[in-house]
């Protein structure tokens, strides 16, 4: 009978030891699976963070592209306005009555004429200007009205055709229309 108490105690410790043995396997599992809930818990909440702030970026990156979108639709649409007034302006320069154009020639040369000694004109004002002026006519250019003056040695040039007139109020609108939209 002393064997089997022996082994009764054997098996009652090894009993005892495995119930220890689990149990402490059970709470460092129990524990490991909190400390894991816990971080993907973190995990979610930063990935949640993360996501949200993305949208946010990503929202204000949508709006600024829509804004400028809307801004250079409607800068081109001011410059197509803006060509068809030129294209337009153009049309009703060449076909002003010549008794206007005479108007018009006449006082530029009555105010400009002391500052040069040449004049240039358009084929068809070629006759009107000669009229009006008693500089030397030094030719023909190629523009849709008014005149350049030239001074004797030719270093000089006073640019008064309508071309340039018109160029020069283009090119301002523009710059004017780009700084109201650009800032």
């Known amino acids: 009978m002393g064997l ?3 082994v ?3 098996q009652e410790g ?3 030891e495995v119930s220890r043995i689990k149990a ?3 709470a460092k599992a129990s524990e490991i699976i909190n400390e894991a809930k816990e971080i993907q818990k973190k995990m979610l909440g930063d990935s949640l963070a993360k996501a949200e702030e993305d949208l ?13 979108e809307v801004k250079r639709i409607t800068l081109n649409k001011r410059k197509e306005l803006l060509d068809k007034v030129y294209n337009q302006t153009v049309e009703k320069i060449k076909s002003m009555p010549a008794s206007k154009k005479e108007e018009l020639l006449k006082h530029i040369l009555n105010k400009y004429e002391a500052s040069g000694a040449r004049v240039y004109s358009s084929k068809d004002s070629e006759e009107i200007v000669k009229k009006l002026t008693s500089l030397t006519y030094a030719g ?3 523009c849709i009205g008014g005149v350049i003056l030239e001074n004797e040695d030719g270093s000089i040039r006073l640019d008064f055709t309508y071309d ?3 160029k020069d ?4 609108s523009l710059k004017q229309i780009s700084d109201i939209l650009y800032g």
């Open 140 to 142: 023909n250019i190629d």
């Open 56 to 68: 946010r970026n990503l929202h204000q990156q949508v709006i600024s592209s829509a804004n400028l």
């Open 164 to 166: 340039s007139i018109l």
């Open 8 to 10: 009764k105690d054997i």
């Open 4 to 6: 089997e108490i022996v």
């Open 24 to 26: 402490e396997g059970d």
């Open 14 to 16: 090894a009993r005892a």
């Open 169 to 172: 109020v283009y090119e301002r």
